[in-house]
């Protein structure tokens, strides 16, 4: 299944992104790639097939984007607050025109889910815990949820506001009221090859016992000691969990 190709401006950015649309009707899915991957990355490792019936059904709409890590948070020679501040641009993208983009293409009273696999993961449930209203659901595949593994220096609110590992902890309030109300994150895992060197399971276990204690609605899936940080587990598990949310 070939995805329907669509550059968007950014004017935070100063450049295009590509964005690229599965299906005609259904819910909308809005998917991250891995690290610094394109917005093709879904289509080329299977997961547009693995959900091709679905797809097909006029279940789910599928829309996939460009990432802007090589950007941000994977730019040499910046500290972490800086490729923060960084990431703020492409918040800015998300929000400001692929949102519009898809409601225009979905419906404006659509709900958008978010998903992502690995670093798309971290995006998918920092989007879906900051804009909830937006993004209600997140269904994140083998996550590190703190972002201060990914370089060091100095840190101070951009990373704090990006970073779940830090801001689940001390949320409170009517805000986290809010929040229990309007979002639910589903984290899921493997056991197997790359899961511990990636710290993707250790990570994601702590992340679901954080938002457990804040009451915030989640699941958390973690898979056998045969399914590995890759590919062929993300589609499996895609299949296998987005049914009951289209």
Partial sequence: MNGRHHSLWSPAIGAEASVLAYGHWGRPLLAFPSQQGPAWQYEENGMIDAIGDLIEAGRVKVYTVDSYDSGSWYRE??????????????????????????RADSGDDVEIAVTGVSFGAYHAANFALRHADLFPLAICHSGVYDVSVVAGGERGNAVYFNNPADYVSHLGGDHLDWLRGHVNLLLICGQGSWEDSTGALESTRRFASQLGEKGIRHELDVW???????????????????PRFV
């Fill in 224 to 242: 056998g000691y045969d399914v590995p940080h890759d590919w062929p587990a993300w589609r499996a598990q895609i299949a296998h969990h987005l």
């Fill in 77 to 102: 020679g910046l500290s972490l607050e800086e490729r923060a501040q960084q990431h703020g641009r492409y918040e800015d993208w998300i929000v400001n025109q692929v949102v519009p983009f898809i």
